[in-house]
T-cell receptor, first 110, second 114 residues
Framework: TQLLEQSPQFLSIQEGENLTVYCNSSSVFSSLQWYRQEPGEGPVLLVTVVTGGEVKKLKRLTFQFGDARKDSSLHITAAQPGDTGLYLCAGGGNTDKLIFGTGTRLQVFP | EAEVAQSPRYKITEKSQAVAFWCDPISGHATLYWYRQILGQGPELLVQFQDESVVDDSQLPKDRFSAERLKGVDSTLKIQPAELGDSAMYLC????????????FGEGSRLTVL
């Protein structure tokens, strides 16, 4: 069974701070996605990475796929209250099946 | 912008009752997914359809859950009888199929079983 463990599980920070969320697995994935989910809503796709070592930037968010395609990280610079939400990584294999991580709940206080 | 429609948004029921959730994917999306999400955790795949065919229902508790997508468009997920442990958010998502890396999620149906 493929599992994606995220850390930390909870993160509570002040506006302006930087943070990093990790997504780790013992399995290799052909692609890795990051979603953000706000309370009462469905997840919204932020980014997809497909190449080992790939780095993508989305404004203040930087996403990296590990060289071995088993792990990924999300770094947020100068966090803002609008970044608050549940961050989910999701790994894709060769069978259309997307496996979601355990989630990281981020709270950014003004 | 096209969206995945789900209903109802909220459902409260008593255990042993039957519940049903409906999903209308984005037009043209061949692949439809039902996920279950416990509060604060990641979604878990229950069933995946390609057009009207089930391609993965390995995690669907088939003794009480059923799902169908008869015409390959909208889909229904049913639970009968509901149990306390079924309380969760039920999310529907769709994708084009060939571009299967990009999933679009609905707002979800939150179920509370009393």
């Amino acid at each position: 069974t493929q599992l994606l463990e995220q850390s930390p599980q909870f993160l509570s920070i002040q506006e302006g701070e930087n943070l990093t969320v990790y997504c780790n697995s013992s399995s290799v994935f052909s692609s890795l996605q990051w979603y953000r989910q706000e309370p009462g809503e469905g997840p919204v796709l932020l980014v997809t990475v497909v190449t080992g070592g790939e780095v993508k930037k989305l404004k203040r968010l930087t996403f990296q796929f590990g060289d071995a395609r088993k792990d990924s990280s999300l770094h947020i610079t100068a966090a803002q209250p609008g970044d608050t939400g549940l961050y989910l990584c999701a790994g894709g294999g060769n069978t259309d099946k997307l496996i979601f991580g355990t989630g990281t709940r981020l709270q950014v206080f003004p | 912008e096209a969206e995945v429609a789900q209903s109802p948004r909220y459902k409260i029921t008593e255990k042993s009752q039957a519940v049903a959730f409906w999903c209308d994917p984005i037009s043209g999306h061949a692949t439809l997914y039902w996920y279950r999400q416990i509060l604060g955790q990641g979604p878990e795949l229950l069933v995946q359809f390609q057009d009207e065919s089930v391609v993965d229902d390995s995690q669907l508790p088939k003794d009480r859950f059923s799902a169908e997508r008869l015409k390959g468009v909208d889909s229904t997920l049913k639970i009968q009888p509901a149990e306390l442990g079924d309380s969760a958010m039920y999310l529907c998502a769709s994708s084009l199929g060939p571009d299967r890396l990009k999933l679009f999620f609905g707002e979800g149906s939150r179920l509370t079983v009393l």
